[in-house]
């Protein structure tokens, strides 16, 4: 890398603002913000918490592999980081004027644009890592480790710039005239989005299949019966993670009773009690090998070449590879969680858990510190148990295919056999 005085400056700030510790916020400070504090308020704030949040995971970017790190998609990404960083670092010294708060708008915009293909750029290098050069089992940890935090790292950042650019920039905004607050609807619906994610799910396995499972719904409110379910939430990242499941679902249903003239419905049960609200996607899609489920979460396996758009059809269910660690971390931003149980022979529940209190629903991020650079450097134990398998290791090991890189339909139906 050149060391120009920019980089060596760069650097200096990056130490400094990587020493704090991001400030997590509760989807109730959210709304609080939203509903009292100024513009002004969450310019100061942000200018600040910005640069620590990027300052926190760019860290983390120069501890990865060397290997990766010279790929040019990860290279691309590093520099989105450093200019982002740079831009905002520009503010620090400004004072709040008029001309101030609208150039820094601009400028979250401009950073909100700089980094939309990053999940797919990252999974570009990992890519081009695993056709470079082979990649061990240490490497394959750490790969797994940073991703999970960079794209968590990133969730948060966007709903800062979000919240800030939809409640005082001037972008038209579709919800403006709605209850919501940003991007967070305070009465989130959930069966409303668990019956939206269903129908789009649907759409897209009735063009490929030509048919589709029924969904059975169940609603639960164990705190006020039959009063609908509500939560603090952001609906789009909902509407991801039950899109996600109910694609899952409906592909492995119609694989595994594809030939059948009835095929058993996806069954959905949407739970509210005084600690979690619960929504469990159960489907008999015959499962998969208990094995396995930890495969669906893995980056470095589901990182394959898309298929050639010219030699085979698309396969919309197929999702982007990514679907469910990504689905895994929005569950996890705001203290829930998604969990996948299979039985291999029957089907497969996921559940997605999320927090019923908003005051309890606080961001988990990524700090950097000692603790996350070791993880770089050393291996974590792995052969302290007897008969220890090690299901993640390239090659030696039983997999499943490809999530993303679905084959035609005949082999489909074939390999679900096996499952
Ligand atoms: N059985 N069960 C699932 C899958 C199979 C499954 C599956 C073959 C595997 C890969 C895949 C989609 C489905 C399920 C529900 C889930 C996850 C996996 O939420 O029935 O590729 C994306």
């Known amino acids: 890398m050149r060391t120009t005085l920019a980089v060596r400056n760069i650097g200096k700030m990056l130490d400094f603002y990587s020493q704090f510790n991001p400030s997590p916020l509760s989807t109730k400070q959210f709304i609080d913000f939203g509903q009292n504090a100024c513009e002004r308020t969450s310019y100061i704030f942000l200018r600040k918490e910005l640069p620590v949040r990027l300052a926190n995971i760019m860290k983390e970017i120069h501890l990865l592999p060397e290997n990766l790190l010279r790929m040019p998609s990860a290279t691309l990404v590093n520099q989105w980081y450093a200019q982002s960083f740079k831009d905002l670092l520009k503010f620090e010294?400004?004072?709040?004027?008029d001309k101030t708060l609208t150039q820094f708008c601009e400028a979250?915009?401009?950073?909100?644009n700089r980094h939309s293909d990053t999940?797919?750029?990252?999974?570009?290098?990992v890519l081009e890592l695993k056709e470079s050069h082979p990649v061990d089992q240490q490497t394959e940890n750490s790969i797994q480790y940073f991703l999970d935090r960079l794209y968590m790292s990133r969730i948060s950042i966007r709903m800062l710039i979000n919240q800030h650019t939809m409640l005082f920039g001037?972008?038209?905004?579709?919800?403006s005239n709605s209850r919501h607050v940003g991007s967070i609807d305070p009465n989130c619906d959930v069966v409303g989005v668990v019956r939206d994610a269903y129908e789009n799910a649907r759409f897209l396995c009735d063009q490929y299949y030509l048919a589709s499972p029924e969904l059975e719904l169940h609603e639960y409110n164990g705190?006020?019966?039959?009063?609908?379910?509500?939560?603090?939430?952001?609906?789009?990242?909902?509407?991801?993670?039950?899109?996600e499941l109910f694609k899952n679902s409906m592909r492995a249903v119609m694989e595994f009773h594809g030939e059948k003239e009835k095929v058993p419905p996806v069954v959905a049960h949407v739970v509210a009690a005084s600690e979690d609200v619960c929504i469990k996607v159960s489907d008999r899609g015959g499962g998969i090998p208990r094995s396995q489920t930890d495969l669906l979460f893995n980056y470095m396996y589901s990182t394959a070449p898309q298929p050639s758009k010219s030699a085979s059809p698309t396969v919309p269910l197929a999702g982007y590879g990514y679907g469910l660690p990504l689905s895994r971390l929005y569950a996890r931003y705001l203290q829930g969680d998604l969990v996948l149980q299979s039985c291999e022979g029957l089907g497969t529940d996921a559940v997605v858990y999320l927090k019923a209190l908003s005051s309890e629903a606080n961001e988990l991020l990524p700090v950097f510190n000692k603790t996350s650079s070791r993880f770089y450097r050393t291996s974590i134990p792995t052969g302290d148990w007897s008969n220890h398998v090690r299901h993640l290791t390239t090659?030696?090991?039983?997999?499943?295919?490809?999530?993303?890189?679905?084959?035609?339909?005949?082999?489909?139906?074939?390999?679900?056999?096996?499952?």
Do not use: W
């Open 93 to 97: 010294q400004s004072d709040a004027s």
């Open 108 to 112: 979250l915009v401009m950073i909100r």
């Open 119 to 125: 999940v797919q750029t990252m999974a570009q290098g």
């Open 170 to 175: 001037t972008e038209l905004n579709v919800v």
């Open 223 to 243: 705190l006020e019966a039959n009063a609908p379910i509500q939560v603090v939430y952001v609906p789009s990242h909902l509407y991801h993670m039950l899109f």
């Open 395 to 419: 090659g030696t090991q039983p997999r499943i295919r490809q999530p993303q890189a679905a084959p035609s339909g005949p082999e489909l139906t074939k390999q679900s056999a096996s499952c």
